[in-house]
């Protein structure tokens, strides 16, 4: 079974502070894809980031940062500097290649508050 | 830009009534989802379709159904509305999978209430 947890309900932080949104799946496919996706108060879910389970590296865009780590099973999510823009709701979401068809797993989300 | 119209924002509609919610997509995507997102739940997928008057049931499909007569439009269909059934509905669309899971594009979501 395929399954994304986002432990984190609610984070509120400071303006300029780094913020980190964690996320761990389990799967038993060995191709899979994990993905990013952030839900503004306009509620449309906008994608953030895509990465597949061959491709470990980690990535920066901007002040965002996503850490891949196989052997935790994580996904984590870095907002650096946070801007009271970045204020939404995170979702974590798993797709495996083998299992699951079309299906993509979403964790509950983070929704995540910057105070000014 | 890619552009996934949901047909309303706000929906109240009573217990028992029929209930369509419509989804049009622009980017002759064949790939068109339906969730559902609930407080703590996350989305839920509800019905998925991949190709004209192709459906396939997703993980909570009772009380739905769809219908898929054009590619660029996909509708959610509450046959009788149950007060368990308001929640917030999220339509997506996708290109093919050809063997690449790729990102989804949603639309701005419909909040249905049911009284």
């Known amino acids: 079974a395929q399954k994304v947890t986002q432990a984190q309900t609610e984070i509120s932080v400071v303006e300029k502070e780094d913020v980190t949104l964690d996320c761990v799946y389990e799967?038993?496919?060995?191709?899979?894809?994990l993905f990013w996706y952030k839900q503004p108060p306009s509620g449309e879910l906008v994608f953030l980031i895509r990465?597949?389970?061959?491709?470990?590296q980690n990535e920066i865009s901007g002040r965002y940062s996503w850490n891949f780590q196989k052997s935790t099973s994580s996904f984590n999510f870095t907002i650096t500097a946070s801007q009271v823009v970045d204020s939404a709701v995170y979702f974590c979401?798993?797709?495996?290649?083998?299992?699951?068809?079309?299906?993509?797993?979403f964790g509950a989300g983070t929704r995540l508050f910057v105070k000014a | 830009d890619v552009k996934v119209t949901q047909s309303s924002r706000y929906l109240v509609k009573r217990t028992g009534e029929k209930v369509f919610l419509e989804c049009v997509q622009d980017?002759?995507?064949?790939?068109m989802f339906w969730y559902r997102q609930d407080p703590g739940l996350g989305l839920r997928l509800i019905y998925f379709?991949?190709?004209?008057?192709?459906?396939e049931k997703g993980d909570i499909p009772e009380g739905y159904s769809v219908s898929r007569e054009k590619k660029e439009r996909f509708s959610l269909i509450l046959e009788s509305a149950s007060t368990n059934q308001t929640s917030m509905y999220l339509c997506?669309?996708?290109?093919?999978?050809?063997?690449?899971?790729?990102?989804?594009?949603f639309g701005q979501g419909t909040r249905l209430t049911v009284v």
């Open positions: 997506a669309s996708s290109p093919p999978q050809t063997g690449r899971r790729l990102e989804a594009f």
């Open positions: 799967t038993r496919d060995t191709t899979y894809y």
């Open positions: 990465r597949n389970s061959f491709d470990e």
């Open positions: 979401a798993l797709s495996g290649l083998n299992t699951g068809g079309f299906k993509t797993i």
């Open positions: 980017m002759d995507h064949e790939n």
């Open positions: 379709s991949y190709d004209v008057k192709m459906k």
